[in-house]
């Protein structure tokens, strides 16, 4: 099974995003080495729809952060948006778009802010339409880079793990 590994520090900086633009859903991307799966920069962009139900990425944002990607050696390893008053999970839109992206290997990952006081986050693959969840293992790597925390679905901070589950 694959497993998403992400450090706290992107984790974080990926909710701030989606709390700063709710009510509307946020988006973006975490870059990391081409063929690493490891994603190492942060890069939040723009919902072009500003919508609190589906998110669209700015075509001509988009052209200029895949060109930067390039230019670094970089790919997305994480594409990533927010549901505002649902689930961490993908809908039709959410697997139209990435469809859309070309983006096969990327962890399509979601977050919720429905509820503030939780931390719901959720890993996907989504290949051709079929959409797979998978674990979220995020790392610390500023106290120990061995230490794991594991995420399957929405959970207050507290709790570390869960169970994969197929849907």
Known sequence: MVVL????AIVDAILAHARRDHPDEACGVVAGPVSSDKPVRHIPMQNAARSMTF??????????????????????????????ATEAYPSRSDSGIALALGEPNAHYVLVSTRDPAVEEIRSFRIVDGAVTEEPVRIVDATVDPHAVQTYMFGQSPATVDYECSDR
């Not at 990425?57 to 927010?82: A, I």
């Open 5 to 8: 590994t992400i450090d706290r």
């Open 55 to 84: 998110y669209e990425l700015d075509s001509m944002e988009q052209l200029r952060v895949w060109r930067e990607m390039d230019d670094h050696d970089e790919e997305p390893v994480v594409v990533y948006h927010s549901h505002t």
